[in-house]
Structures are given as C-alpha cells and as structure tokens.
C-alpha cells in the first residue's frame, strides 16, 4: 500500500478484518469454563483489537476512546 500509494489497501483490509471479526464473534460463545479457550479467544480479541487500532493510525483516522 504504501509503496504504491494506495492507501485504500489497507482500509479495504480492515473492512474485511472487521467483518470476519464480527461474524467470529457472533458465532462463538467469548466467554467460557475451559481456561484455555477463554485466554485463546481474549488474546485474538486483543490482537484484532491492536491490527484495527494501528491501520486506523497508517489512515490517519483518530480512534474514539469509546463508543
């Protein structure tokens, strides 16, 4: 993207992170009794989480604080 020029790369990326994100997250149950499938679904969480916040930063599109 940025060798390019393109910056629609990425924004196009997070749209699609965002959508796979959300249809995860519909579909699996993020809070649950076997410890490990609850810190596994915390760290994805997190990490899409970090991907979404540092492209919206390439962007140059703040970050709300909270919605």
């Known amino acids: 993207a940025a060798s390019l020029y393109q910056p629609s790369v990425v ?3 997070l749209i699609l992170l965002c959508q796979t994100f959300n249809r995860f997250y519909s579909n699996v149950k993020i809070v649950c009794d ?3 499938t609850l810190n596994s679904n ?3 969480i997190n990490e899409v989480n ?3 916040k540092h492209g919206l ?3 140059g599109i703040k970050i709300p604080s909270e919605m």
């Open 11 to 13: 924004a196009k990326y």
């Open 34 to 36: 076997d410890i490990i």
């Open 50 to 52: 970090n991907v979404i």
């Open 57 to 59: 930063e390439l962007l």
């Open 42 to 44: 915390l760290i994805l």
